[in-house]
């Protein structure tokens, strides 16, 4: 399976960005994390085949996923940007129905990730 991101750039802070994944077959999970300079990478957001969604508390309220099944494709809505947002995103795709959302080895697909600046 193949993930495509696209959607990153700079942005000021308090401005919104919305990010982009495609994939070249169906998962059931699909999720965004992200990576910022010598930090470990996180989870930020997924969603479920179903719908069910789930959210880091850090960007709760500002960050919103979406996904088209038909198109394979999963967004991210990041409104309110901050500097502290400022990473690169990657998407991430699995098809197991059990484990935790935000955990790596949850996965077994990867994009290649887009950067996202807030300044």
């Known amino acids: 399976v193949q993930l495509v991101e696209s959607g990153g750039g700079s942005v000021q802070a308090g401005g919104p960005l919305r990010l982009s994944c495609v994939a070249s077959?169906?998962?059931?999970?699909m999720a965004w994390f992200r990576q910022a300079p010598g930090k470990e990478r996180e989870g930020v957001a997924s969603r479920y085949a179903d719908g069910h969604t789930s959210y880091a508390d850090s960007v709760k309220g500002r960050f919103t996923v979406s996904r088209d099944i038909g198109t394979n494709t999963l967004y991210l809505q990041m409104d309110n940007l901050q500097p502290e947002d400022t990473a690169i995103y990657i998407c991430?795709?699995?098809?197991?129905?059990?484990?935790?959302?935000?955990?790596?080895?949850?996965?077994?697909?990867w994009g290649q990730g887009t950067q996202v600046t807030v300044s």
């Open positions: 991430a795709a699995d098809s197991r129905t059990s484990g935790l959302w935000y955990s790596e080895r949850r996965y077994t697909y």
């Open positions: 077959e169906y998962r059931y999970l």
